[in-house]
């Protein structure tokens, strides 16, 4: 396999005339078109073309062979036909799919990168209804349950000043707000309440939010507004409310910046509001307005309510089945409405509208996000899956194809509509509430800022500014891999796609797509020979390959099942598989003479009480596994018997034998912990150098990482913890890590993408009273990436360790440890590694000889 850097070159050296005598290399004689072997294109090329040499060319003929097999992009052609050859069509399809993939590699970087979260000071004492922004006054407004108002300035969020509603229709200990919208065409907000009215505030006057008009007579208690105002004429506007009998109404203002009624018929109350009846407005009493109404929701609660301009339309949801989205289209020339319905499992939480894309997304009590055509009933356009709990909220980044989601569950999902796959995953940095929390989420673009409320408690999420990177891959990478007989970087990405890169350059060597379909690649590993890769899909398999692209094996790790595969170790006789059940799922190598691989039993039956995350191996025979409840299990891998447990604390242990008199309770327990010792095990790693024969008795030679940013050090074979320390802030939740080769340094990362290097050489190599709390020393923390580290590995290249990284902000690193960065795999600007080893080894040679200068002289003194 050669390397797509020396093709490039290849390529930006070659002119239009050059490629025209490409082109005639396929027309035989007789001016018919043909194909080429590899041995004619090289030999023709080389010879007519007079630029390059053979291997550049027989690099170009390889790369577009890989190309088309893997994308099927000549399916029609005739040198699909014949095994090996490439036409003038494939070569030109070949060349602008590599153009097309240089301008993706320079786009910025769109998955947003969170500052630390931040609690806002809060008025309110009862659940918050609603997030609004003034744009008149470049403020905030919040307003709780009970009726109080918050103003917040718009630069620092901070709380300016609070006013508590007057509705002397109630007592204020019966005042109940349910929504709040701004009528900003006219300086004035609508509050509904549950006394079945809508009452309209000035925000204007010198009095706190004088009440002008109330809405009275409802037949139910309103539960949801929005306001629409035609921007070409101001005076026309819609107010649409939704209630909780499953009606749909809206008040249709032709000249709203004049009046919304008419003033001559209004009866003043105790505030000196006017008041409006709702029958008054049902019989056309008031002239400058009209209503329109259905019930198809009834008699579930209308959820939201929005009118779409674009549409002239009605858009609104609830939980109910049969009636989850229903869109009112209003008739031309008429005041009626044309509703249709859509229909999903369990029915809908929350909805919102693209303008740009016209697509409308429902948030799913069956934990879906669906994107739906209003024009089209009958389906989604496609489902959004990946949330485990309801959809509580869903919100478009209008100036983008993008949709943020938040689920039950205290996850927050963004998603890329155009690929309809989840690009950035948040959790772990909500706060802890119960599990009926009223969450409300609004997104102000304009401030690249995230709102979200828990009952009476407000959260801000603030993006840093977004920076202009290279993208490695188009999706978040996955996992990252060095090939040393290749010298190649090899990566994954959550779009089913791997890339080989030239470690020595940076550039992209070629590229397979959908590896596993649609699934999403979850690991890697490469064989010892290095010359097949094994690749982990979502699906529940895994693939084995070639690096023509060619899928040799196919093994049903799921089987048949969709399911999370965490790790893949490849063993001597067996292959195992882990990451959703408690048992490992082997697979032996005598099973390989099939294309399609079935799993064999694993004769250690199950061990775990939690599912299986990790595993290490330890020549000749010791196997570790870690599972997500925080158990680690020392097996032998030639008997497959589990042999002991590796606990954090002693005084667990015994706890657990007390729960039953069980022979095997060593081994298993019931029940679940959550307390800090039983976090996920998400990385195993024998220390290397520090075999249990080698290391000092009682000395570590097992390190674990996972949950809470904790490192821990053990002793496999007294089953003691030797050490731990907090590697990382403990709110960043999982952490990832690796060690080098050498057993020198430990590298971490956390999901803010930072990375920490630590020295590793002398930690715990000795036995200590206890358990050594105090941390390595840090050799250095930098922040390669915007976005999560999802996968780190270390190698040595030539004469150099270096440190490969993968990240949810699509990007791959390079670093040389302890952790210099030398760029991103795709950036434009080509890197040299050679050239780097050869400037290291002169500045060294430098040193050498002035330090035996210095030598010298001091000798013949």
Known sequence: MGTRMEVAQLESRMNIEDYRKLQNLFLDA????????????????????????????????????????????????????????????????????????????????????????????????????????????GQYLTVSKGGTVGLRDGEDMSLLHTHRLQNSTVTPKDLWVTDMVLLHNIHKMAVSFTSKEVCFYDILSKQDFSCKYKLQGLKFTPWCLDYWVDPSHPDLAVLTIGDIGGQVSALYFTSAQISLFEKPSLRMDSDSAGIILWDELVKGKHHSCYTVTHQVHAPAWVRKVRYLGSLEALVSCSTRPLSSMVIGWREKETRRLRVTSFITKRGVWDMDHHRGLNLIATAGVDHQVLLWNPYVTSEPVCALSGHTSPVVAVCFIQTKQQLLSYSKDKVLCLWDVSSQ???????????????????????????????????????????????????????????????????QVVSSDSASSVICWQADTGQKVKQFHRCHGNAEISTMVLDGTQTRLFTAGTDGEVKVWDFNGRCLHRMNAGLGRAVDISQVLLLKRSILVMGWERMVTVFRLHSFSQSFVEPSEWKGGVQHRGDLLCAAFQP??????????????????????????????????????????????????????????????????FIPGRTSAAAAPGGADLVSCGGSGVVRLWNTIHSCLVGQFTAHNRDLGSIVMTVSPCGKY??????????????????????????????????????????????????????????????????????????????????????????????????????????????????SQ
């Open 30 to 137: 007789s001016g018919a078109s043909r194909s080429l072997s590899r041995t004619e294109f090289m030999d023709l090329a080389c010879s007519l073309v007079g630029r390059g040499c053979k291997e550049e060319y027989g690099l170009l003929f390889d790369s577009v062979v890989v190309t088309q097999e893997h994308r099927g992009l000549l399916l029609d052609s005739d040198a699909v036909k014949e095994e090996g050859r490439i036409d003038w069509g494939g070569l030109c399809s070949f060349l602008l799919l590599e153009l097309s993939d240089k301008v993706k590699n320079t786009r910025t970087s769109t998955v947003p990168c969170w500052k630390p979260t931040r609690t806002l000071t809060c008025p309110h004492r009862d659940q918050v209804q609603k997030v609004l922004y003034m744009q008149s006054s």
């Open 421 to 487: 796959q989840c690009v950035h995953r948040l959790a772990g940095v909500f706060p802890k509430t119960q599990e009926d929390t009223h969450t409300l989420l609004f997104l102000h673009e304009e401030h690249q800022l995230l709102l979200l409320s828990f009952n009476s408690l407000l959260l801000l999420l603030e993006t840093v500014k977004e920076e202009k990177r290279t993208s490695s891959h188009d999706h978040p990478v996955t996992c990252v891999l060095y090939n040393s007989l290749f010298r």
């Open 620 to 685: 000749p025979q010791t196997l570790v596994t870690g599972s997500y409840d925080g158990e680690i299990i020392v097996w032998n891998n030639s008997t497959e018997k589990a042999l002991r447990k590796l606990q954090p604390h002693a005084e667990h242990e015994n706890d657990k034998k007390q729960q039953g008199n069980s022979p095997d309770s060593h081994l298993s327990s019931k029940g679940k912990d959550d307390s800090e010792s039983f976090i996920a095990i998400t990385r195993l790693f």
């Open 746 to 859: 430990l590298v971490t990362a956390d999901r803010e993408g930072t990375i920490k290097t630590w020295d590793l050489q002398h930690y715990c190599l000795e036995p200590d009273d206890g358990i050594t709390e105090e941390p390595p020393k840090l050799l250095l923390s930098f922040r390669t990436h915007l976005d999560r580290v999802t996968h780190l590995e270390t190698c040595v290249h030539g004469n150099r360790l270096l440190l490969l990284s993968a990240s949810s902000d699509c990007s791959v690193a390079l670093s040389y440890l302890p952790g210099d960065t030398v760029g991103l795999f795709g950036q434009e600007e080509q890197w040299s590694l050679e050239r780097n080893e050869l400037d290291q080894r002169d500045h060294e040679g430098q040193e050498d000889t002035r330090q035996g200068g210095g030598k010298v002289t001091s000798s």
